[in-house]
């Protein structure tokens, strides 16, 4: 047994002295350890010298760079700031403003395309004659505006539909005239809420059928104003009646208008109003008056017509309302006109009215220019878009009438019943469908479907 015990002993001796590694192998793997660890560092350091010149280039760039601005800040501060220095921006139309908005310079135009099918009855065919579906643009316009020296405002216009050049808007004015502004040129007169709110921003494709009365641009002299922080506006001018391209020769054609607007319910930066107006305008024709007016459709006969009779005197009144609350409006005017004849000696007076509501389906609603007491632009919550962005939808309706006989002037009697569609895809691009019921008093009825496709800017 004692034998057998040394020799398993011996046996476990050998076998650790085996395993066990020498010295001289244990010195082999420290120093190959060791020449790592050098390499290591080696290359540590290798990189830190490229990083350190890489941030070396990166401050040497940044200081030339901050001594060229220096430079260019220095040679403006030597120059100076002037009528030349302008930055340009897009704000619904381009934008042209010096650094000191002592001048500036805006360019916009618009174009309506219009199309339009009708069918009438045989009562308004031989009376008006047979109406054709049509399509045309309604308006082709380019206009520049903007302010010279901080108090001088100027605007031009031109119209290019039908083919030729109408002039829309030639003024001057100062914004700082000692009683109120000062307008001078060719301009609309300030009569009606609808007549003043640009066709950009009506809710139909064309204005209600009293718009007849409503004087439109002429050439004169306007003082102008809002009062008690926006909350109401007035405007008065002397007038001569002009063609589309600012000319007017006779004896006549004299005429003062006015209007006052109110807003005794303004919150919500506009999203809920209260309008309240009235205008009225003197006139002095050149020894005539005409009357005639379309259903609410540009391309149609006019369905009502006084002709031209002898007078030397009208006098228009226009009162209008228009109520906002949230997505909701509603509109309305009345306009009267008396008008002295110098062939019977006897007064005639016509009249007409409209009342129109609108709703967004989508949460929009209609935006009020507080400081012209007028409508202003549609925009919508999210523009029409491939992601999903569905634009502003409007539904509206109206209904109008305009009574044209008095007297021994037969003119008629027209009413309208409106419906429309609006597709608002962003604020400078919509869509419009108005379907539209014409009935001629005692005489006979039209249903017209119109479309149209308006870009602005």
């Known amino acids: 047994m004692a034998k057998n015990r040394h020799s398993v002993l011996l046996a476990l001796g050998l076998l650790l002295l085996l395993l066990w590694p020498s010295e001289n192998a244990r010195a082999d793997e420290a120093s190959e350890l060791k020449q790592q660890i050098q390499e290591q560092s080696q290359k540590l350091r290798e990189m830190q010298e490229k990083v350190d010149q890489l941030e070396a280039r990166q401050r040497l760039k940044e200081k030339s ?5 220096e430079q260019v800040q220095e040679k403006q501060k030597e120059v100076g700031s002037g009528p030349s220095d302008f930055r340009v921006f897009w704000k619904e139309g381009l934008n042209f403003t010096t650094q000191d908005d002592q001048f ?9 395309n219009d199309w339009m099918w009708i069918g009438e009855d045989e009562g308004l065919k031989s009376d008006v004659g047979e109406q054709e579906d049509g399509v045309e643009f309604r308006r082709a316009r380019l206009y520049f505006s903007g302010l010279i020296y901080d108090n001088l405002e100027y605007k031009l216009q031109f119209d290019f539909a039908g083919g030729d050049a109408d ?24 009569f009606s809420l609808e007549e003043l709110t640009s066709s950009k921003y009506t809710t139909f494709l064309e204005r209600a059928l009293p718009n007849v009365f409503a004087p439109s641009r002429n050439t004169g002299f306007m003082l102008y104003d809002s009062i008690l922080d926006d909350r109401m506006t007035w405007s008065a001018g002397l007038f001569r009646d002009t063609d589309d391209y600012g000319e007017g020769v006779d004896d006549g054609g004299y005429n003062v208008t006015g209007r006052i607007t109110a807003q ?20 002095n024709p050149d020894d005539s008056v005409r009357y005639r007016q379309r259903p609410e459709a540009h391309l149609t006969s006019r369905f009502v017509d006084t002709g031209t009779f002898a007078a030397d005197q009208t006098d228009l009144l226009g009162l209008e309302a228009a109520w906002v609350d949230g997505p909701f409006s509603l509109q309305g005017e ?35 220019k507080a400081s012209s007491g007028t409508f202003s632009r549609v925009k919508p919550k999210e523009n029409f878009s491939r992601s999903g ?17 008095d007297g021994s002037i037969t003119g008629g009697k027209l009413s309208n019943i409106t419906a429309g569609l609006n597709w608002y895809l962003n604020p400078n691009t919509r869509l419009m469908w108005n379907y ?10 039209a249903d017209m479907l119109l479309m149209r ?4 800017f």
Do not use: C
């Not at 760079?65 to 601005?69: A, D, G, H």
């Not at 500036?104 to 309506?112: A, E």
């Not at 019921?437 to 009825?445: R, T």
């Open 104 to 112: 500036k310079l805006k360019i916009g135009g618009r174009i309506q």
């Open 334 to 368: 009345y306009m009267f006109a008396n008008v002295d004849r110098i062939d019977s000696g006897a007064n005639v007076d016509f009249d007409g009215f409209y009342v129109q509501a609108s709703y967004f389906l989508t949460g929009e609603h209609r935006r009020y």
């Open 65 to 69: 760079l901050t001594e060229k601005i």
């Open 389 to 405: 962005g569905r634009g502003a939808w409007e539904i509206a309706a109206r209904y109008s009438e305009l009574d044209l006989n």
């Open 167 to 190: 002039l829309k808007d030639a003024y001057l004015g100062l914004t700082d005239f000692p009683i109120g502004k000062l307008r001078i040129g060719h301009f609309k007169e300030p």
């Open 264 to 283: 005794p319910i303004y919150e919500e930066k506009g999203a809920r109003l209260l309008h309240l107006g009235a205008g009225y305008s003197y006139r």
């Open 453 to 456: 496709l308006q870009v602005d």
């Open 436 to 445: 539209i019921h014409a009935d001629k008093d005692d005489v006979g009825e």
